[in-house]
């Protein structure tokens, strides 16, 4: 059992932990979750010992083995599977020795040792490790410094899946990885041997493989069994007791307070009023959980539809100066598409996003755009593009050049900018905070079409639901990459696949495609034996391909949200002072709670239609 004891750690000024404690059952595989920034990094290095705890203890198992992926991606001319078969420090050292020991004793117990460890089938379990996360038996062979960093940090993640640690700590996981490898390793993880801890905002992975969830929050750590869906249920249902225990506290502590303002005074009750006032001192105040307000995703729709179809292919192809890598592409995007593109990397989705976005001409063939077509590209790689000196409000300044000031600082807070924020340099915002400012950027001119390439990496689970409600929100075109199948599955209406250099409609959803990927992993290329699988697989009996019990249930969560937003509206002017106390705030509060009873109008009227879909087909 791994064991946190009154764990704390400052930061500067913020205290990320404050007398914070756990217990990690041995064999738990834990999701370990929190808002960006909560300190959820900072417990791995602590773990690690890379840092030191201001105060408390962490205890881990005698001789436990812990692994963990390095920051830097690791580089060098040796091969991948070299790399991965090194990690195992004590197989490499017994493999040396026994090429120099003499004594027939010590020759025996080195062979007796690398039987235990089964040291004979390494080379076949590291390449298939290598194969599940992306590497075919080519590339494989090649060395480390041929590929980006990316890729390297897939080596690095194989390397520590194959020493299979004792302890294993994973942070973000499937940030370097499609939505191939995010499934292969998910599948790997729900049988993982030892104890695992992982910090990811795959809702899905967590609902897969977990068992238990670590909850860092407000510098105390909490630990609940079950997998992500179960604990959201739990705290949701405490976070509502706690809430009705808190008013009906404040309701008693009011009614005493009531009784020893109006009775203190008089000498026949003055006894009665000293007696409540020692209840009201002796009183613990219950202290409901609320939870931070997160800020919403806005994608402006387009002010006036264009005519369908907006792009249409007709034999085209694409690719990089002389190389081919995509061609006979004949395929249409409507008006309001939500497509979502499938296929390993290195098949050509970015590729075929550029050709989308007009940032590649087409090599053959025609493409007819329509007129006045406005395309928004989000690429994750822009991200570490963006200038460091700039701040939100002079990008989007440079933008609106004509526009006053206060014009400005309305857009920006539209983006999740507003005050000084807003004049917060690039270089000093988060992950998540440069991720809204680029989106906001590249849909600034309300686009016909946005295409969506990995736009989740530096976005929490809370942040996530916020961006599938934006999409659901936006009238226009989407065009998604990503390997958050959570998203793919709330958003995506019909699945297009790239593979074997061509682009196709793939007949079937995300579960389906799921099992394709699987079945084809367990021997070989994955992305290419999944293609090929799709091409013989007969077209699901459906009415509407793609209606998705997980957009459904994405609904219901924004009903539930509406509601409870509405709920505390009506708590707050159900008070017959609070017109009187602040009248301005009062009537924005009306303001709000209308458009909040639109949008869940709006949000049933979906859901019913989904469910009846969903039912049909």
């Given amino acids: ?67 963990r992926v390095e920051q830097e991606a690791p580089g060098g001319p040796g091969k991948l599977i070299d790399f991965v078969l090194a990690a195992d420090t004590e197989r490499a050292e017994l493999l040396h020795e026994s090429e120099t020991a003499t004594d027939p004793h010590r020759i025996a117990d080195i062979h007796a040792r690398l039987a235990d460890i089964e040291a004979h089938s390494a080379p076949a379990r590291a390449a298939r490790i290598l194969s599940g996360l992306g590497f075919d038996e080519a590339a494989q ?45 998910t599948e790997h993880l729900k049988t993982y041997p030892a104890t695992a801890l992982i910090i990811s905002h795959d809702r899905d992975l967590l609902d897969d493989v977990c068992d238990h969830i670590l909850h860092l929050d407000r510098a105390k750590l909490t630990l609940w069994k079950g997998n992500y869906s179960g604990f959201e249920k ?34 026949t009750k003055a006894r009665q009023a000293q007696s409540r006032l020692k209840m009201l001192e002796k009183m613990e105040p219950t202290t409901a959980i609320v939870d931070t307000d997160v800020l919403p995703i806005h994608l402006p729709s387009p002010e006036k539809q264009l005519s369908p179809p907006i792009i249409a292919m007709e034999r085209a192809s694409v690719g990089y100066d002389e190389r081919l890598v995509l061609s006979r592409l004949n395929l249409s995007l409507s008006n309001d598409d939500r497509i979502g593109l499938l296929g390993a990397n290195g098949n050509g989705k970015s590729t075929f996003a550029k050709l989308l976005a007009g940032r590649l001409e087409p090599m053959g063939g025609e493409i007819v755009r329509a007129t006045k077509l406005d395309v928004g590209f989000f690429a ?21 050049p004509d526009q006053p000031e206060s014009r400005v600082r309305a857009r920006i807070a539209q983006m999740g900018f507003s005050g000084e924020r807003g004049d917060t340099r690039v270089e000093s915002l988060s992950g998540g ?91 070989g290329d994955a992305a290419a034996k999944a293609a090929k699988a ?40 159900a008070d017959g002072s609070a017109f009187t106390k602040d009248p301005q705030k009062a009537a924005a509060l009306a303001a709000q709670r209308g458009e909040l009873s639109a949008a869940l109008a709006a949000a049933e009227e979906e859901w019913l239609a989904l469910s009846v879909e969903a039912e049909s087909a």
């Fill in 1 to 67: 059992m791994t064991t946190i004891t009154d764990l704390t750690y400052r930061l500067g000024p913020r205290i990320l932990f404050d007398a914070a404690s756990a217990q990690i059952p041995e064999g738990a595989r834990v999701g370990f979750v929190g808002r960006n920034g909560a300190g959820k990094t900072t417990l791995f290095r602590l773990i690690s010992g890379e840092f030191a705890a201001e105060s408390g203890t962490i205890a881990l198992p005698r001789r436990a083995k812990m692994g």
């Fill in 534 to 573: 799709a091409d013989r697989k007969p077209a699901p009996a459906r009415e509407k391909r793609g209606v998705s019990q997980k957009k459904i249930q994405a609904l219901e969560e924004r009903i539930g949200k509406f509601g409870e937003l509405i709920a505390r509206i009506d708590e707050t002017l």
């Fill in 433 to 523: 905070e440069k991720a809204r400012l680029l989106m906001g950027l590249s849909t600034f001119h309300r686009p016909h079409l946005i295409i969506l390439d990995e736009p989740t990496n530096h976005l929490d689970i809370d942040s996530r639901a916020a961006l599938i409600e934006a999409i659901n929100d936006y009238t226009g075109a989407v065009v998604l990459v990503s390997h958050d199948r959570y998203l793919l599955e709330a958003c995506a209406d019909r699945l297009w696949l790239v593979a074997d250099g061509i682009v196709k409609e793939f007949d079937g959803d995300i579960d389906d495609y799921t099992k394709l990927v699987l079945q084809a992993s367990r021997g």
């Fill in 234 to 267: 739990q705290r949701r249902e405490l976070m509502a007791v706690q809430a009705k225990a808190a008013k009906k506290q404040e309701d008693k502590r009011k009614h005493l307070q009531e009784f020893v303002d109006r009775f203190r005074a008089k000498a």
């Fill in 380 to 400: 994750q790689h822009q991200v570490d593009d963006l200038d460091l000196a700039d701040t939100p409000y002079r990008a989007v300044a440079r933008l609106m």
């Fill in 141 to 185: 062979n090649r060395a480390l410094s041929e590929f980006s960093g990316g890729w390297r940090m897939r080596v690095a993640l194989a390397a520590v899946l194959f020493t299979q640690p004792d302890l294993l700590l994973l942070d973000e996981p499937t940030n370097y990885l499609d939505l191939e490898g995010t499934l292969w390793l």
